[in-house]
């Protein structure tokens, strides 16, 4: 129960760290895979992702280690959680690993997974990826 | 909620209460801690809704209420899933990159 609140993903790509690193933090980049928005590897940098039917989500970047890691803050009125992206040499490729850390239900998204009003968290996503595959 | 499981003494209490409804003074003796000290940590734990109490005759009991850990692990792994899909659309757009 240590790692509450948590979400904690890993994929190995054959890319190198480097290519990773543009894909996480170029603008056009970033919205072929995840969503568009203004994002920047600059500490202080304050951005919006848009979430599509969830919304513009604002985002201040952290901490920047260029083709290590990259960290911000996630969107602090709804969700208020924090992303670090974590990247490291895995042979001739890159291991990226994915922390989402930050979850609490007493969040205006947290009171709405918990009290189950409509909509909740999964169909949400269900519709940004929906849009996300257009 | 995750502040009330964030204390390992909360997590003892409701591991213990698994086992089925408890007095606080059952409790008290158990983990060694004083009744006002374990009162405190039921109301953290009641106030999260992760207890509840039940008050019978002159005595109160504790039982533990298993649903929002559910709810929180449905939220969670939404999310979990949602990551797995974006990373993997990554890899997607890594490949397209690398094909041009």
């Given at each position: 129960m240590k ?19 543009r ?7 970033v ?19 848009d979430?599509g039917?969830?919304?513009k ?12 890691l990259?960290r911000y ?5 709804t969700?208020?959680?924090?992303i ?11 291991r990226l690993?994915?922390?989402h ?9 947290g009171q709405?997974?918990f009290?189950g009003m ?17 | 909620?995750?502040a009330a ?19 606080a ?8 801690l004083?009744?006002p ?5 039921l ?17 109160r ?13 449905k939220?969670?792994?939404?999310f ?5 899909e974006?990373?993997?659309?990554l890899?997607?757009?890594l ?6």
């Open positions: 790692d509450l609140g948590t979400i904690r993903v890993e994929h190995h790509y054959s890319q190198s760290p480097a290519r990773v690193w894909a996480l933090t170029e603008p056009s980049l919205a072929r895979w995840w969503a568009p928005g203004d994002i920047r590897a600059e500490v202080g940098h304050r951005f919006e992702m979430m039917p969830w919304g989500q604002p985002c201040e970047v952290l901490t920047v280690e260029p083709e290590r990259f803050r996630f969107a602090e009125p969700l208020n959680t924090i670090t992206w974590e990247l490291a040499l895995e042979g001739t490729g890159t690993i994915l922390t850390e930050g979850f609490d239900l007493d969040s205006p998204l709405r997974a009290t409509k909509p909740g968290w999964p169909g949400i996503l269900a519709k940004i990826a929906t849009v996300l595959d257009e | 909620m995750f499981l964030a204390n390992p003494i909360r997590r003892e209490i409701l591991t213990h209460l698994r086992r089925g409804p408890r007095k003074g059952d409790l008290a003796g158990r983990f060694d004083g009744r000290a374990v009162s405190e940590h109301q953290v734990l009641r106030k999260a809704r992760l207890v509840r109490e039940e008050p019978r005759g002159r005595e009991y504790y039982h533990l209420d298993p649903r929002p850990l559910a709810q929180v692990e939220w969670l792994a939404a979990a899933r949602y990551w797995q974006r990373l993997g659309d890899q997607q757009l490949d397209e990159e690398d094909s041009k």
